[in-house]
């Protein structure tokens, strides 16, 4: 992963379906949409949208604190969402682990907040780069695919969320992500109670999925990649070459040993393990390749009135 030059404004436009909203500023890369009522729909994204302009500086300030190792004495942060980074990666320590692994996840929740926040909504979700954050109504559903391989995004199963599932959060993890990995796992999704533990749950397991000191896997440090990365020396994988499918099994295996444990202390409620075409489950039955031959039921869409509040 090589360092992008991100706009220091933040933007806030229509994707072209003019359904759903894009929001970027720096790293941040969010897709809003809610669904309802006309005029809670458009409360909701003015709310979304006022919250949006103010995270990145808030978490900038507080960013050197926020790369540290976290430790089982939660530090104080003045942000929210710095804080709610903090909680969702302490229950990991003593491995390694930085409040920055939780972020994406973390941002997505505040957003989700602010927007359904005394609004009458049927549902709403925060997409921040995988990492999702949900509100359902009653009787709402929510579907998402399951991709093994984000460069052959062929569809493994779905995802069925509903009202009376605990399930508000899902989080994907990888090397082959946006993000820089300690494993090898193609992909690692993980469904939990809020999106910011979801997130720490998919990096964590997605470390674990690996082979040390296989030759057939590439790393560097991941400061040589990005120097203010908050993983400073230690290697990341940037590139794994054919596995056998007994060296596959064996990563999955040292990953499943982690997401095991992990699940056991009530950490997520579900996980999929991805690597080499194989694929391995943790914790409830909510992802099911059953669904890839159940089509999506279609959801009811009222348009905003007005669309010329964003760009």
């Known amino acids: ?23 970027q500023h720096g790293p941040i890369d969010l897709i809003v949409e809610a669904f309802g009522e006309e005029e809670e729909i458009r409360c909701a994204y003015e709310q979304a949208a006022a919250r949006f302009r103010t995270i990145l500086q808030e978490l900038v300030q507080e960013l050197p604190e926020l790369r540290e190792a976290s430790r089982h004495s939660v530090r104080r942060f003045e942000s929210p969402i ?14 390694f682990v930085t409040p920055m692994a939780a972020v ?46 984000i460069d052959n995004p062929d569809m493994l199963g779905r995802i069925g969320i509903c009202e ?7 989080a ?57 990365s908050d993983l400073g020396d230690r290697l990341v994988t940037t590139s794994v070459a054919s596995l056998s499918e007994s060296e596959i099994s064996l990563a999955l295996d040292n990953g499943m040993q982690e997401a095991e444990a992990y699940y056991a202390k009530d950490l997520f409620y579900a996980a999929a393990l991805c690597l ?5 489950f943790v914790g409830e039955p909510m992802i ?15 348009e905003p009135a007005d669309r010329n509040q964003f760009a």
Do not use: C
Not at 211 to 228: G, H, V
């Open 172 to 228: 994907t993890s990888g090397w082959r992500g946006r993000s820089f990995s300690l494993g090898i796992a193609d992909s690692i999704t993980v469904l939990a109670k809020r999106a910011v533990e979801a997130d720490v749950a998919a990096t964590m397991i997605a470390n674990a999925v690996d082979l040390p000191d296989n030759p057939k896997i590439s790393r560097q440090p991941a400061q040589e990649l990005a120097p203010d």
């Open 276 to 280: 080499g075409g194989q694929v391995r």
């Open 104 to 149: 994406a996840g973390a941002v997505a929740d505040e957003i989700l907040m602010t927007m359904t926040r005394d609004r009458q909504l049927d549902k709403a979700y925060v997409n921040n780069g995988g990492d999702i954050a949900l509100w359902l109504s009653e009787d709402a559903e929510f579907e998402a695919g399951l991709v093994a391989d």
């Open 82 to 95: 710095a804080r709610r980074m903090a909680r969702a990666v302490e229950p990991y320590v003593p491995a």
């Open 288 to 302: 099911n390749p059953a669904y890839l031959a159940h089509e999506p039921k279609p959801f009811h869409q009222v």
């Open 164 to 170: 009376q599932t605990p399930v508000r959060g899902l």
């Open 1 to 23: 992963m090589v360092q992008q030059k991100h706009s220091n404004t933040p933007k806030i436009r229509w994707l072209p379906d003019r359904r759903r909203l894009h929001f």
